[in-house]
């Protein structure tokens, strides 16, 4: 990404040039998606816009077209931000700690009051076990009026209104501080959390998703529309591994370790992309419901602010589907985008962000550009490599740089030896220009079914930073009939972040898996390790 992003966001529209090259983080808010958080490069943050409930933390209730600093939270790291339709807005350092300012009418500040907050007050987390300091929290989500917080160790907390039960209480009085959700989440570890204008699911990191809060039109996918005071199961997803959940503002989208995505909850606007306008209760698969395009999905996206959906399916490209400027569309439909940010941009309304987004210095990518532009051009290069017949242009220098296998070669063989071609056959001709092609612009250009063979070439060069890219991409492509071939390649090249992902799916999926062909391939110290590693994660209890 590139400032240029800027540009689908008319708020940023009279920042001086100078300013928006020291960037680093921005999120679009309000009701009109006419706020803003920006955070530069040395940790400054500053706010601009309408300042509604003074949700800008910038100490009064003014409003300001130019960036005001918001003294509290400069130097104190943002990891992220997340908004309510109040609006009230909650910070997450990095650190760990909780920050919370705006509209306060029903208690989603968690200070006690209801007090309006003009400026970032830390919210006051429960106190470690051990008395020495507050719990870490690593992620935040908001609803319209309620705020929740994950901690480290996969504890939910949440507080704020609760009048159809969203902060888990069964109580239905405004929730003044953070308040663990316990009841059926007890003993399980939470990975992941979503709001939608008065609900909250969550995702448990062996992939059952539980739901609470209103459920008017089925946004919990529990198979009823009563409301949940407390965290209640999606029964009809057991023996679905769910990775992540999105929150619209009554539907829900959840994404399945198989790149599957399953929709339920309001469907007014078509926002469940099944073809038609009817809710749903139960969770469904999309591709069963409606034929599409999407293929393997890597990431979804939704806000409570409104009724649209978004999927980045294969090769990356964004479908949009529900409220999508004005219209309802009701199946997913290709857009221009490969960034969700700016389809959201583009289609939603009002346009305001899902998370934030992070940018890179125009210097940065100017550089960049020109070395994409500089590879495999006949006209700069100094060298040329032979793959299977076919030439790459590349630059000594530029190879030297960055690789260190490059750099052995010719200090050791090219001192007097100044070749102009060498040939290659070690690799396919596809997989070594996708590498070469990364030493320059840092991007892996290769199909996926192609990322085991550069891995192969990753571990051979010595290349950590490609080998983990490749790792990224293997991961996106697991399935059941060939996790077993990926979580052999993973011991052979010593990828252990790889082997425990593979070990993972393979739990899930444990009776399918081991029906596969390639687990039948499986030498027989691996399946032996593989079974007994099984045990100690209990899949064999009876």
């Known amino acids: 990404m590139c400032t240029s992003d800027l540009r689908s966001w008319p708020i940023f529209s009279l920042l001086e040039p100078e300013f928006v090259s020291q960037i680093h983080m921005v999120v679009v808010y309000g009701n009109l998606g006419n706020e803003a958080l920006i955070v530069t490069r040395d940790k400054m943050v500053y706010a601009l816009g309408n300042n509604i409930a003074g949700c800008l933390g910038t100490g009064d209730a003014h409003s300001t077209l130019y960036p005001k600093k918001v003294e509290v939270l400069c130097e104190k790291d943002i990891k992220t931000f997340a908004y309510g339709s109040g609006p009230h807005v909650l910070a997450l350092t990095n650190e760990g700690e909780v920050y919370s300012w705006g509209h306060n009418g029903y208690c989603e500040l968690g200070n006690g009051t209801c007090n309006q907050g003009l400026i970032p007050t830390q919210v006051n987390m429960p106190i470690l076990g051990s008395g020495l300091g507050m719990k870490r929290i690593i992620d935040i989500a908001c609803g319209s009026h309620h705020s929740v917080a994950l901690t480290e160790d996969g504890e939910v907390y949440a507080w704020g209104q609760n009048n159809c039960g969203q902060v888990g209480s069964s109580i239905s009085t405004n929730q003044g501080a953070p308040r663990q959700v316990n009841s059926n989440l007890a003993g399980k570890k939470v990975v992941y959390i979503s709001c ?233 001709y596809i997989v070594y220009k996708a590498f070469l092609k990364y030493l320059y612009t840092d991007v892996i250009d290769l199909p996926v079914e192609k990322a085991i063979e550069l891995l192969d070439l990753a571990n051979a060069y010595c290349e950590s930073n490609l080998k983990k890219h490749c790792i990224r991409m293997i991961k996106r492509g697991i399935t059941v009939a060939n996790v077993a071939y990926l979580y052999s390649i993973a011991i052979e090249y010593n990828a252990e972040e790889l082997e425990e992902f593979c070990f993972k799916f393979a739990l899930n999926h444990m009776t399918a898996v081991t029906q596969t062909e390639n687990f039948a391939k499986l030498d027989e110290n691996t399946v032996k390790t593989f079974i007994i590693k099984a045990g100690k994660a209990g899949v064999f209890k009876t």
């Open 196 to 428: 939608g204008q008065t609900s909250t699911m969550a995702v448990i990191e062996n992939g059952e998703v539980y739901g609470w809060g209103y459920n008017g039109v089925g946004q919990l996918g529990i198979g009823n529309y009563v409301n949940q005071m407390t965290p209640c199961r999606v029964g009809s997803l057991i023996g679905t591994v769910i990775v992540k959940v999105a929150c619209g503002y009554a539907h829900t989208l959840a994404l399945t370790d198989e790149g599957k995505l399953y929709v339920w909850g309001g469907n007014s606007y078509g926002q469940l992309g099944i073809g038609s306008k009817t809710n749903l209760c139960n969770p469904i698969m999309l591709n069963h419901q409606v034929k599409h395009e999407m293929g393997r999905v890597s990431d979804i996206a939704a806000l409570h602010y409104n009724h649209i959906s978004a999927a980045v399916g294969e090769g990356g490209r964004v479908y949009m589907w529900g409220h999508c400027r004005g219209q309802s569309v009701t199946t997913p439909t290709a857009t221009p985008f490969s960034n969700v940010h700016d389809a959201l941009a583009c289609y939603g309304s009002p346009s305001v962000m899902h998370k934030p987004l992070v940018l890179y210095l125009n210097e940065e990518s100017s550089i960049l550009d020109c070395l994409g532009t500089a590879f495999d051009d006949p006209l700069t290069s100094d060298l040329t490599i032979q793959v299977e017949g076919q030439c790459i242009h590349v630059h000594k220098a530029i190879l030297k740089i960055r690789c260190p296998y490059f750099r052995t070669m010719f200090q050791n063989n090219w001192a007097e030896n100044n070749q102009s071609i060498i040939e290659h056959d070690q690799f396919s």
